[in-house]
């Protein structure tokens, strides 16, 4: 059964980085599309960010895009998003998903979530 463990959260400054990592357990991690969501306090959880098996193919929502940037290593079965010039807005959980099929993983309801990782931006 896939295991994903999000992480790298944290608290910054408006302006500031974060690098968040997902790493992925219990399958071929080649296999799977990745996904980004986010939760702030509430609001339904929204998309953040998917990228396809290789690597090759990434979407984000309008929200973050220019800002974030979301990568894969398959060798190291970790999926990663790097977040630029955050905003107080981004403040969320952030969760990481899989999927073998990337077509419409964004707007994909996924069975279960992971604890997630906290990101507070202050202004």
């Known amino acids: 059964q896939v295991q994903l463990v999000e992480s790298g959260g944290g608290s910054v400054q408006a302006g500031g980085s974060l690098r968040l990592s997902c790493a992925f357990s219990?399958?071929?991690?080649?296999?799977?599309?990745m996904v980004w969501f986010r939760q702030a306090p509430g609001k339904e959880r929204e998309f953040v960010a998917a990228?396809?098996?290789?690597?090759?193919?990434?979407e984000y929502a309008d929200s973050v895009k220019g800002r974030f940037t979301i990568s894969r290593d398959n060798a190291k079965n970790t999926m990663y998003l790097q977040m630029n010039s955050l905003k107080p807005e981004d403040t969320a959980v952030y969760y990481c998903?899989?999927?073998?099929?990337?077509?419409?993983?964004?707007?994909?309801?996924?069975?279960?979530w992971g604890q997630g990782t906290q990101v507070t931006v202050s202004s």
């Open positions: 219990g399958g071929t991690f080649s296999a799977y599309a």
């Open positions: 990228i396809n098996w290789s690597g090759g193919s990434t």
């Open positions: 998903n899989a999927d073998k099929k990337y077509i419409f993983i964004a707007t994909r309801d996924f069975a279960s």
